[in-house]
């Protein structure tokens, strides 16, 4: 018998209006990383475009963009994050050549 890892509801609101956009069910071991690529999946918004902090309503959040390795069951519960969409202005054959840049030097 394995243990279930339980999930998280991920509130995500934006950054400038601070209404809810959607929210997420994921596992309590999933990234920001892998948050910003469920993102992608859904909502189509490339994760270098992606500047996702807690919440502004959030005592603990200072605005700064959460490390990509961050793990959702290490934030504060509930999980309220802001997602600023970034302007990226390259053609996306050179975004596809920056992701699998970062991914080679990790």
Do not use: W
Not at 40 to 69: E, M, W, Y
Not at 81 to 98: F, G, R
């Amino acid at each position: 018998m394995t243990n279930a890892v339980p999930d998280l509801t991920v509130s995500i609101t934006g950054s400038l209006s601070s209404d809810e956009l959607f929210s997420l069910r994921l596992p309590c071991t999933t990234s920001i990383r892998e948050v910003k690529q469920r993102i992608q999946q859904l909502h189509g918004v490339n994760p270098f475009c992606q500047h996702i902090t807690l919440a502004s309503n959030r005592p603990t959040s200072s605005g700064a963009a959460i490390d990509d390795r961050h793990i959702l069951e290490d934030l504060p519960q509930p999980i309220e994050l802001s997602l600023t969409k970034l302007c990226y202005p390259e053609p996306p054959d050179k975004a596809k050549s920056l992701s699998a840049g970062v991914s080679k030097a990790r």
